[in-house]
């Protein structure tokens, strides 16, 4: 009987794989040479976003100076679009369950996994920058679990006789206590597109390529110590890894870049030491009787250190790949720095020209006659030097200041650079869109292109890269996490518990997910045509509206945890329902170690003011937080009284029913519709235009 292969198999060795693996090896090398093109284009755009005159600069003078116009644009649109993905409101997840519950908890624990996993402070800033230098969104999401030996100090009571002695007569003795802590989330890895291959490259994405016998191979360059650890881990196959690791080199495959090398350099670091650089492969091989997705690890020419069945439960791949703009029959997309390199470097030779001739015409030119002139050698320039000259016979003269025309023509570049990339003055530190000062109509117009601009390339983001992690952070949580974790919730302060316990989530279908920041700030600015929908709808009359009624509550509920943000709106806006009474021997457990606790207006303010004095007989209040708790509920029986005492009086001033002009801060009844004037006069009267006017004795009213 076959042995069952499950996910933990290793594959590597069985002869029909193995000679499959020998196969792909060859189609991945030779995709690579293939699309070695683009990863030398696409080095050349960051040499131009980390400012870095190369070979395409045409003039070679004595200045080298680099123009950042593609640093400064993409780096304004990554600013706009990570504003835009990330709002200030703090809420980025929006879920909708099978049953039509709203799944708090689930979306309270994806919120804690976007901060554990540092979304909007490492990932996506490089993810739109990668998006607008080499075209292609790439990130890789995986578990991440790290143990942490802690330690803490920790009283134990002193025993005499068996009995422990109590706290005010004897001090515990200190001791120090330790333990394993398992921190368990979810991390995302941005992968520059030069390391990923698709194949067949005319796929239009990953799920496509592997379904139609492709592949999806990442470049993986492993150090000695990580080979090691994966190793013990058992992710790789003992045997090979041992001859991996002794032969270890540096030598780079052909039509292979290495764009973290390159990005080391950059930041002005050398990146030294050996390492084995291989593939990570994701296909479909035959597993007895059936096509399985797997992921090979290649360590070497056709050498295969691990063949193991999918590790994800959801079998998906780990690696999301999204074109910044699709282009028809292919899985990847253009850079965004394309159209603007020729401008850049036009931008480049221009001030280096200028810069030249700028040095040029600071220093001044003598004419003299040598023949007329034979003290040249001693025509030096100090202070007060004597030239023994003739005048006529010397002249001096400026180099022309070519600089002028040479900024001029950078400004030129600047502007059809960030034209190319969308940028508008608005997304600039310090834009103020150009020499004339503009009205306020080519303001809201540029606002407005702006703000479409913005939504059609954050949408991509948001449809084709967080909305897909979102579900593998809730497919690994649920493959991964065994124990409950509590995280921190939004909800009603001191009645509601701040800390929520998340039990293990179930795979499924349950839950369908979605990146909700980007639709959040995109409704910021439609706030005032919703707020103006509802004060018309308002009027309507209700036999206008058979089997519909009017509910307000969602609306004003988003508005505020929009504006507000999550954490105070709910203190704004508040939930009556949620304001739940508490038994008061509870509270005088929670009173007795000196906290303060809020009252409730559905507490029964006679009874619980009773018992908490009893409390206070019995125990005593050393803290005084049980006396500040019984003022509460006697103000909140003063305002009861109140309450109850102007429901039962007339109309006040200002209000509906009441006389008077009104009261500050009240809303005015507006206009009414009086009664009809009496504008026919009985018969034989004069019209009022022919009576005579004040003061005129007889004469009538001149028309």
Not at 84 to 98: E, K, L, N, T
Not at 158 to 168: A, F, L, Q, R
Not at 325 to 337: L, T
Not at 663 to 683: F, L, M, R, S, Y
């Amino acid at each position: 009987m076959a042995k069952k292969v499950t996910r933990e198999t290793e594959l590597c060795r069985r002869t029909k794989i193995e000679d499959k693996l020998i196969k792909l090896y060859d189609s991945i090398s030779d995709g690579f040479i293939a699309q070695a093109a683009r990863s030398d284009d696409q080095a050349d755009y960051w040499d131009l976003y980390n400012c870095r005159l190369g070979n395409n600069q045409y003039y070679n003078g004595q200045s080298k100076i680099f123009v950042p116009l593609v640093h400064d644009a993409v780096n304004a649109r990554a600013t706009r679009f990570t504003n835009q993905i990330f709002p200030r409101g703090g809420r980025y997840v929006d879920a909708v369950s099978s049953d039509g519950t709203e799944p708090y908890p689930t979306m309270a624990l994806l919120e804690h996994y976007v901060r554990k996993a540092k979304l909007r402070t490492e990932v996506a800033p490089a993810l739109c920058v990668n998006g607008d230098v080499e075209g292609q969104y790439n990130v890789y999401v995986e578990w991440s679990t790290r143990a942490r030996h802690v330690s803490w100090i920790e009283k134990e009571p002193i025993k005499v006789g068996g009995e422990e002695v109590p706290e005010e007569l004897a001090e515990g003795v200190d001791t120090i206590k330790s333990d394993v802590i398992l921190d368990e989330h979810p991390i995302v890895e941005v992968i520059p597109d030069a390391d990923i291959l698709i194949l067949p490259i005319t796929s239009n994405s990953i799920e496509e390529a592997i379904a139609s016998g492709g592949s999806v191979t990442i470049i993986r360059r492993w150090t000695k110590g990580q080979l090691e650890e994966m190793q013990a881990a058992g992710e790789i196959d003992d045997e090979r890894a041992e001859d991996v690791i002794k032969e270890m080199d540096q030598v780079q495959k052909q039509g292979e870049k290495n764009p973290a090398k390159k990005h080391a350099d950059a930041a002005g670091i050398k990146a030294k030491g050996k390492v084995c650089q291989g593939y990570e492969t994701w296909t479909r091989l035959k597993v007895g009787d059936e096509m399985r997705l797997c992921r090979i690890l290649f360590g070497g020419d056709k050498l295969a250190l691990s063949c193991k069945l999918n590790p994800n439960w959801s079998d998906r791949c780990s690696l999301i790949s999204v074109p910044v703009k699709k282009v028809s029959g292919v899985a990847k997309g253009i850079s965004q720095v394309l159209p603007t390199a020729q401008m850049q470097y036009a931008a480049n030779d221009a001030v280096n020209e200028g810069m030249d001739s700028a040095a040029y015409a600071l220093l001044p030119i003598v004419m003299t006659d040598p023949l007329k002139n034979p003290r040249v050698g001693s025509m030096v320039m100090d202070l007060a030097a004597v030239w023994e000259t003739s005048p006529n016979d010397t002249k001096f003269a400026t180099f022309p200041q070519l600089w002028k025309d040479a900024f001029e023509i950078v400004t030129a570049c600047k502007m059809q650079v960030f034209q190319s990339l969308s940028v508008t003055p608005a997304m600039m530190p310090q834009g103020t869109g150009g020499k004339a000062k503009r009205n306020q109509a080519e303001i809201a117009l540029e606002q407005q292109v702006d703000i479409l601009t913005t939504a059609d390339a954050v949408t991509v983001l948001e449809e084709g890269v967080f909305t897909p992690i979102l579900e593998r952070f809730a497919e690994l949580d649920a493959q991964y996490r065994r124990d409950p974790v509590t995280i921190k919730a939004f909800g009603y302060l001191g009645m509601k518990a701040a800390m929520t316990r998340i039990e293990p989530l179930q795979l499924g279908t349950r839950y369908q997910f979605l990146w909700f920041g980007v639709e959040q700030a995109r409704n910021v600015a439609q706030f005032q045509q919703q707020i103006a929908l509802l004060n018309v709808v308002k009027g309507i009359p209700p036999q206008m509206m058979p089997g519909r009624r009017l509910n307000v509550i969602p609306a004003i509920e988003q508005a505020m945890s929009a504006i507000f943000g999550p954490r105070i709106a709910p203190l704004i806006f508040e939930d009556i329902s949620e304001q739940l009474s508490y038994p008061p021997e509870a509270e005088n457990e929670i009173l007795n170690t000196g906290q303060l606790w809020p009252v409730s207006p559905l507490d029964n303010d006679n009874e619980h003011m009773q018992v908490h004095g009893e409390d206070v007989k019995a125990h005593g209040d050393p803290t005084g937080s049980v006396r500040k708790h019984i003022a509460q509920h006697r103000m909140s029986q003063i305002q009861k009284a109140m309450a109850a005492q102007q429901q039962q009086a007339p109309g006040l001033p200002g209000s509906p029913g009441g006389a008077g002009p009104g009261v500050a801060g009240t809303p005015k009844p507006g206009g009414q519709a009086g009664a009809p004037k009496n504008v026919k006069g009985p018969p034989g009267a004069l019209h009022a235009d022919r009576l005579p006017a004040a003061g005129a004795p007889v004469m009538p009213r001149k028309m």
